[in-house]
């Protein structure tokens, strides 16, 4: 079975500072992992994903997460916040070994930059 | 940027009555998601759907739930007799493969609240 926890309900960082969005993860193999962001009134937004390769992963906006296959964790970084990043992220969780394509997502963490 | 689009934003009904949730994939896409956010909760998947049957569905997607693609645009999720608990964020998503790896792309979502 597959599964995924964002320990985090809110993250509050001031603009200018680095962020770090928590995401835990657990699978049977090598999982594939994704992080999404929702801005209010819209929907679901890819951000970055790790399927293989580079533990470090860089995608949209700046932000980059780290596949720690020792801690089962994929966290959300960002080394500078814009207000602008204030949103709900998702963790998303896929165990290719199992018999289904379709991810499990967290619960989200609402991320708020404070001017 | 091609989106995924959903109709109506918001839907009120009373409980017991069918509501037909509409989504727009993108174009060129061959797979078809539904998922729900019962509010604070995570986000669930329902169902996928390609070449015109259903490839995979949760135990939440029972006989109440059921989901068509009418025309070549359009995929809608028709929920038959609505409980207060069917009160959620529904999102339709689509991707190019189903393989697991594939980003998903979201629509807005509709907002259902059931009276």
């Known amino acids: 079975a597959q599964s995924v926890a964002q320990p985090e309900d809110q993250v509050n960082v001031a603009e200018g500072n680095p962020l770090t969005v928590k995401c835990t993860y657990s699978v049977s193999g090598n999982p594939y992992l994704f992080w999404y962001v929702q801005y209010p009134n819209r929907g679901l937004q890819f951000l970055l994903k790790y399927i293989t390769g580079d533990n470090l992963v860089k995608g949209s906006y700046g932000f980059e997460a780290e596949f720690n296959k020792s801690q089962t964790s994929f966290h959300l970084k960002k080394p500078s916040a814009l207000v602008s990043d204030s949103a709900l992220y998702f963790c998303?969780?896929?165990?290719?070994?199992?018999?289904?394509?379709?991810?499990?997502f967290g619960r989200g963490t609402s991320l708020i930059v404070h001017p | 940027e091609p989106e995924v689009t959903q109709t109506p934003s918001h839907q009120v009904t009373q409980m017991g009555q069918e509501v037909i949730l509409r989504c727009v994939p993108i174009?060129?896409?061959?797979?078809f998601y539904w998922y729900r956010q019962i509010l604070g909760q995570k986000v669930e998947f329902l169902v996928s759907?390609?070449?015109?049957?259903?490839?995979?569905k949760s135990e939440i997607f029972d006989d109440q739930f059921s989901v068509e693609r009418p025309d070549g645009s359009n995929f809608t999720l028709k929920i038959r007799s609505t409980k207060l608990e069917d009160s959620a964020m529904y999102f339709c998503?689509?991707?190019?493969?189903?393989?697991?790896?594939?980003?998903?792309?979201f629509g807005p979502g509709t907002r259902l609240l059931v009276l």
């Open positions: 174009s060129n896409h061959l797979y």
């Open positions: 998503a689509s991707s190019e493969g189903v393989r697991g790896l594939e980003t998903q792309y």
């Open positions: 998303a969780v896929r165990d290719p070994s199992g018999g289904s394509y379709i991810p499990t």
């Open positions: 759907f390609y070449n015109n049957e259903i490839s995979e």
